[in-house]
DNA sequence: TTATTATTGTCCCATAATGAGATAATAACA
DNA sequence: TGTTATTATCTCATTATGGGACAATAATAA
């Protein structure tokens, strides 16, 4: 899809959008043992941002996150929760919308409230890292994965609203299958270990992670990993379909 | 405050609110071993709905739940938790909305937005039963605690609204201290495991509850209550200062 | 072929948390 | 003084968890 389109789209219906709301999507990926996240570099200006969006007159705001991701990812029914919404007086929003804007898009200064201030609801995804095909929307020119750990500068609240979406994960780890959307079809309980660990960053104890994990009843034991290494090989296990 | 001028206030600036969002609080309270919610009662119609309101543009959400329930209940800095955001497409909000302005003030209909779908923020507060003072908006006649088991026919999807409250404080009832919020200053042990009962609908054992309770060292033990019965009184407990 | 090495998969035991019944304490009343 | 209805604890079996030990094994070195 040509990028001016989108842009023309944006502009077209004077009412399409919901005023003032937009959707900020935190996308968690894994890879290398290390925990991801998919920004956006803003045109012209030293900062990352979430992929976000308005939403629809006609669309549900969960319709609008997966919109939204599908179009940065190229996945579709991504795994999405809502997790909080960032709706504070002081979220000085105005500042950088009109930097943002007056370079490339003056035009959608006529939207009054473009530049007024957002309120913004979040959303976090879970995808599987290898299959996403990162791509820009009409207000970036990049778009990449960045090490939970070394986050670029950001726009907005955005770095407090991954901060948020880390400890949502984090607390729910245990009762979503935090692990069947964050990683490839097959892996190993050293994988997995590995993930948990990464994302509660501390160290588990190999054992009782695997008595746990076994417990669950929810991983199916698959062949063996022949790695090459010399040692023995590990299991391969996928999550069972329920 | 005189109800007119609040039906003034709200027409008076065109932009005053951020448009087509609202807030909805489900305010729980706890009496005779009931858990209560507090609703309104809309004018002319044979409805009930949650107290709700606009956020102003120069509001916090969190700010905008503040003043909805100080005007509802009378109290100042309560409980409060944004637990979830309704915005599915289909939330058919236009015929009640249209019911409700068109009977007593079809004014507000010069605002457009006011008849558009909504997206709406949930909260849910806990109060102290007893020092709620009960008080309907300008859209509404009554202002009344209903027991859970017995909500009456309600307002657009407020019934789905108050069952993920309830899922949600379900959930939090470990790790917050919910029982702080919806007892009285002092109360016995098994007023407490009461409130534990009615809201995960399960009984629990006196003896591994008091265990729980009193080993979280959260709670201090004040005299005993003589009540009149004949047996053995129970101590008085209430929550320490942290 | 055999020993070595780095991992992986289990097992075992001490300790902590939980479920469930039993017992002791006590305030009013018969 | 005994009875009764509760409340507060105690005890014990079961389950879950933390942490160390050991056996299995895939490649490589001897």
Redesign the interface.
């Known amino acids: 899809m040509p990028i001016m389109n989108e842009l023309e789209d944006f502009l077209a219906l004077k009412h399409r959008f919901?005023?003032?709301?937009s959707v900020d999507c935190v996308i968690f990926g894994f890879h290398n043992q290390q925990l991801k996240v998919l920004l956006l570099k803003l045109k012209n200006l030293d900062l990352w941002a979430l992929p976000g969006g308005y939403?629809e007159?006609?669309?549900?705001?969960?319709?609008a996150a997966q919109r939204i991701l599908e179009e940065r990812t190229g996945l579709r029914d991504i795994y999405l929760e809502?997790f909080?919404?960032f709706?504070?007086?002081?979220r000085s929003t105005k500042e950088f919308i009109q930097k943002i804007m007056e370079v490339h898009h003056p035009e959608s200064m006529n939207e009054p409230?473009v530049l007024?201030?957002y309120?913004s609801?979040g959303y976090y995804a879970l995808v599987d890292f290898s299959k996403v095909n990162p791509t820009p929307d009409f207000l970036s020119e990049y778009c990449e994965w960045f090490e939970m750990k070394q986050l670029p500068k950001l726009a907005f609240d955005h770095r407090e609203i991954i901060q948020k979406a880390l400890e949502t994960l984090r607390i729910t780890l245990d009762s979503k299958l935090i692990g069947s959307n964050l990683l490839p079809e097959t892996f190993t309980m050293m994988e997995l270990q590995s993930l948990y660990e990464t994302i509660l960053e501390t160290p588990l104890r190999r054992n009782n992670f695997q008595r746990k994990m076994l417990s669950l009843d929810i991983l199916e034991r698959i062949e063996k990993l022949y790695t090459g290494a010399a040692n023995k090989a590990p299991y391969l296990y996928r999550f069972k379909k329920s």
């Open positions: 919901i005023p003032q709301l939403v007159q006609s669309e549900g705001i969960d319709d809502q909080r919404v709706g504070s007086a002081d409230w007024q201030r309120v609801i």
